[in-house]
């Protein structure tokens, strides 16, 4: 497989690359995450790090160093979090204290090396309420997201909100609307089904174009099998030119506007590349 540095290959610098990490010995070896992040050309790095893994001190040490010899490397730090379950809270309680624990975290780290934002990864479409009381929960979903992106906006943490690409078809057009104008400084869709990536993020980059806002679309690269994941919403057995051409050819649709890359997961990145 051909070397890839992202931005170098996606046509128009006016895009970032994110890679999203869900294991802890990413923040354990800091040293060889950035060197990944670097050798790539990758701006930004979406870590997983609960509210108990922030509250735990030797975990916090190493997040600490993590954040900050990311940063050094002029490489962007966000946390991702979220529960299924915090869908149903209206009031976003765990949520927003979620975002005054990073806060918190925030204060004790120089400004130059800070963490930028957080990525809410909730998806309630894995609720069994989803089925049973849609518009209940998505009603909840919404407003939660709503409250706790204004106590983010007021600590000046970015908010990236992780959606599926099926919410406007399944009925929930005006949530959609309002998680992007009210709820968001940026969507990132998982857009997980090759050779529609176009034809099921339109909405949500017409909508993000409304509000002036920039949207993700998110690449799965895991392999088929793993959290019922088929042949055909993962890139696993193509190449990563295969994911740049594919984001090129999105990009060049939706040229007006800006479109991120997210890639998922970290882990299947690097294998990817052996």
């Avoid at 802890?24 to 060197?35: A, H, K, L, W, Y």
Wanted: hydrophobic share 40%.
């Amino acid at each position: 497989m051909a070397f890839i540095l992202f931005n170098q290959m996606i046509n128009s610098r006016r895009s970032t690359t994110a890679v999203y990490s869900w294991d802890t010995v990413q923040v354990e070896n800091p040293d060889d995450t950035v060197s990944t992040l670097i050798s790539l050309d990758i701006d930004d790095i979406y870590q997983y790090a609960s509210e108990a893994y922030l509250n735990d001190p030797v975990y916090l040490d190493n997040i600490i160093a993590f954040i900050q010899k990311t940063e050094q490397a002029n490489k962007g730090v966000y946390l991702l979090n979220g529960e299924p379950e915090w869908a149903m809270d209206p009031d976003a309680r765990e949520l927003i204290q979620y975002i005054n624990t990073v806060d918190e975290l925030n204060q004790s780290l120089p400004k130059d090396q800070q963490i930028k934002g957080i990525v809410i990864d909730i998806e309630p479409q894995s609720l069994p309420e989803f089925e049973s009381n849609p518009d209940l929960l998505m009603r909840h979903f919404t407003e939660g997201l709503t409250a706790a992106y204004q106590v983010a906006n007021q600590k000046g943490l970015e908010v990236i909100v992780c959606l599926p690409y099926f919410f406007d078809t399944e009925g929930f057009s005006d949530e959609l609307a309002t998680i992007v104008q009210r709820a968001s400084d940026q969507v990132a869709i998982m857009n997980y089904y090759r050779g529609k990536e176009i034809d099921h993020i339109s909405n949500e980059a017409s909508l993000s174009k409304q509000y002036h806002k920039p949207i993700q679309t998110i690449y799965e690269l895991q392999a088929p099998g793993q959290f019922d994941l088929a042949e055909i919403n993962t890139y696993h057995h193509l190449s990563l030119d295969a994911v740049v051409e594919n984001f090129n050819q999105l990009k060049t649709h939706f040229s007006d506007q800006q479109v991120n890359l997210g890639l998922h997961e970290y882990k299947s990145l690097v294998k990817l590349l052996e």
